[in-house]
């Protein structure tokens, strides 16, 4: 069993920056791949980006691609996004997830685990 806790979302104005935090307790995420989903009210969960457990792979959504930066801390067993230049439409609700695939799979129903959900507004 894996427990992933969101933290960092807010609010902050068009062209600002926020650092998302997943830290993972329970069982070791060491054979893990980490996912970023965002969802808006009536609209399905999209991949934003992914990151091996090594770190030396990642993905991401072209919508975030040179935007948006994974990383991972794996002595704190914790994975970050940090999200730079946002827009307006980058305003939602963004969760973590792990699956213990190796690759980093865009589809949310391949992750087994996932956190509680963290709010991001961007403000025009």
């Known amino acids: 069993q894996v427990q992933l806790v969101e933290s960092g979302g807010g609010l902050v104005e068009a062209g600002g920056s926020l650092r998302l935090s997943c830290a993972a307790s329970g069982r070791t995420f060491r054979s893990y791949v980490m996912g970023w989903f965002r969802q808006i009210p009536g609209k399905e969960r999209q991949f934003v980006g992914g990151i091996t457990y090594s770190g030396g792979s990642t993905q991401y959504a072209d919508s975030v691609k040179g935007r948006f930066t994974i990383s991972s801390d794996n002595a704190k067993n914790t994975v970050y996004l940090q999200m730079n230049s946002l827009k307006p439409e980058d305003t939602a609700v963004y969760y973590c997830?792990?699956?213990?695939?190796?690759?980093?799979?865009?589809?949310?129903?391949?992750?087994?685990?996932w956190g509680q959900g963290t709010q991001v507004t961007v403000s025009s």
């Open positions: 997830a792990s699956t213990r695939n190796s690759y980093i799979f865009r589809d949310s129903r391949v992750y087994d685990y």
